[in-house]
């Protein structure tokens, strides 16, 4: 573990003000940031291996504190979440020194992964495993027919308490005015949500967006399978526009922008 | 009276509801025309009549599926004659993938439809309108309509 930290130290040396880093203090992870003066501490500091939506922090500290350069250690989903981000202008990657964290292979069963390490980035610690060939729940559904499908969502769905943790926890998620809050499409109060629009405007709003990294479904009380929804629907704008989120800094999201660049000849 | 009554609901259970967004500046312009000719189709569709198809979010149309809508048809300009250039580049897009997307939820693809009716075209208007009704009737009510029982019982 302290050689992860020891790498991170030599890499950002010099190039950061502060470290974000999910540390364990007394069996409790919790996020922490470390500034560049109290840097020693980091000796001591025990990494953690919990997933935590850090991304999130960095958006806000960004928005707040725009010049700030902050160390970071990120996987695989976490740098794909940073990259698709600064497609929206969320994140601003120029300040930030990555350093990658290959994932476990026991990780990768645990999360379901297909994508367990940051391609691309320079300085990345740990073996490279390989990701799961195929999420499970997905295959399942998918060899559903259609009415079986939509019986399928709504015994899913029912089991929703609306607290809203999926939004909540998404790196993804940084509208400030949500649609799942807007009383004209989600009736405010009604548990569980009238299918279809809850879940399904989120999975709308997901597609192409979503980096798969399996946060809401870990988080989710009702054990929803939130994310192979939102796979099911990355997979169709893969097939379609030949995009995948959080994968390469160059391409955009076909639901962005217009311009010259939307080819749409080939769908008449 | 009684017994009318249940056949009054019976007939309403039955019968198809269509929702379609029509473009103001080609395909309500292409209704019209259908109109004006009086040209013969059903006529239970309620039209919404937006600026242009790519207004039309795909929350709309999950939003009507809600409302217990059977079938949803987006009809605008053809590409190139967008009043907005690009607005219906979008909806090409859009269209296509929530097709898709619709099969993976579970609600049958057909009951979207994407047309470009120019307002010269009554006789497509009408025609499509023909025909999507047909197609709506023979895949049946939708089955997030309310007055289904199926879905909730799970
Ligand atoms: S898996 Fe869930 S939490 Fe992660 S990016 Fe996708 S929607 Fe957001
Ligand atoms: S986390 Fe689960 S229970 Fe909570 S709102 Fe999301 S789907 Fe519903
Ligand atoms: S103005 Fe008709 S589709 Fe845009």
């Not at chain 1, 970071?72 to 300040?95: F, H, M, P, T, W």
């Not at chain 2, 209704?31 to 039309?56: E, F, H, I």
Request: hydrophobic share 40%; with cysteine.
């Amino acid at each position: 573990m302290s050689d992860i930290l020891q790498k991170l130290k030599e890499i950002a040396d010099g190039k950061v003000d502060a470290f974000l880093l999910v540390v364990q203090e007394d069996g409790v992870s919790l996020p922490q940031l470390i500034p560049i003066d109290e840097m020693d501490q980091i000796d001591h500091k025990e990494l953690s291996d919990l997933r935590y939506p850090l991304v999130k922090i960095v958006e806000e500290i960004q928005e707040r504190f725009p010049n700030a350069r902050i160390g970071l250690l990120v996987r695989g989903c976490e740098y794909r979440a940073l990259i698709e981000l600064s497609k929206y202008s969320q994140i601003n990657l120029d300040k930030l020194v990555l350093v990658g964290r290959a994932c476990e292979r026991n990780t990768v069963e645990k999360c379901a992964c297909l994508y367990p390490y940051p391609y691309g980035l320079e300085n990345v610690v740990g073996e490279e495993n390989p990701g799961i060939e195929a999420d499970p729940k997905l295959v399942e559904i998918e060899g559903l027919d259609v009415s079986e499908k939509l019986r399928y969502w709504a015994s899913q769905f029912e089991k929703c308490i609306k607290c809203y943790g999926c939004r909540n926890i998404c790196p993804l998620c940084y509208c400030k005015e949500c649609s799942l809050e807007n009383p004209g499409l989600v009736v405010p109060g009604e548990v569980p949500p009238t299918l279809p629009a809850f879940h399904f405007l989120r999975a709308l709003d997901m597609a192409g967006r979503c980096v798969e990294c399996g946060l809401c479904e870990e988080v989710c009380p009702a054990g929803i399978p939130l994310r192979s929804l939102y796979r099911a629907l990355n997979k169709i704008m893969e097939d379609q526009f030949g995009y995948k989120p959080g994968h390469n800094l160059d391409e955009r999201s076909p639901f962005i922008f217009l311009g010259e660049t939307s080819d749409v000849e080939h769908l008449i | 009276m009684n017994k009318e009554g249940t056949a009054e609901k019976k007939d309403e259970r039955e019968e198809i509801k269509i929702l379609a967004f029509l473009c103001n500046w080609c395909s309500y312009a292409g209704a019209d025309l259908a109109g004006v000719s009086r040209l013969q189709y059903p006529a239970k569709v309620l039209d919404v009549r937006v600026m242009c198809t790519g207004t039309v979010s795909p929350y709309f149309i999950i939003k009507a599926f809600q409302e217990g809508i059977d079938g949803v048809l987006v009809a605008g300009c053809h590409i190139g004659d967008c009043h907005y250039l690009k607005g219906n580049y979008m909806t090409a897009k859009r269209m296509r993938f929530l097709k898709e997307a619709l099969n993976v939820f579970g609600i049958e693809k057909e009951r979207l439809r994407l047309e470009w009716v120019s307002a010269a075209e009554g006789e497509k208007f009408a025609s499509v309108i023909r025909d999507f009704t047909e197609q709506i009737k023979a895949l049946g009510p939708s089955p997030l309509r309310k007055d289904r029982e199926e879905v909730a019982k799970v």
